[in-house]
């Protein structure tokens, strides 16, 4: 998916992102039942550490807002 936003709006985002302090997120969370909601959220950066996270069935206290920063610069991102 393509987004087209500014180098302004994409600092912004990339700051709201860091002040949710995601980089300190598991990169798994479980709560081991078998059926049910699996997500995974990759960012890559160019001067800080690459991140990855995923689960199923489980989130971090903060991924409401998470994805209300990401909702709001990229409104085409399908949750999944």
Known sequence: M?????VEEWNNFIEKIL???ILKWKNE???N???GEEWELEMEFDNLQNFESYASN???RNWEKVNKIIFEYFP???EY
Request: charged share 30%; net charge negative; proline share 5%.
């Open 2 to 6: 393509e987004n087209n936003i500014s």
């Open 19 to 21: 002040d949710e302090n």
């Open 29 to 31: 969370y479980s709560n």
């Open 33 to 35: 039942v078998l059926d």
């Open 58 to 60: 489980k989130y971090p």
């Open 76 to 78: 085409n991102w399908k």
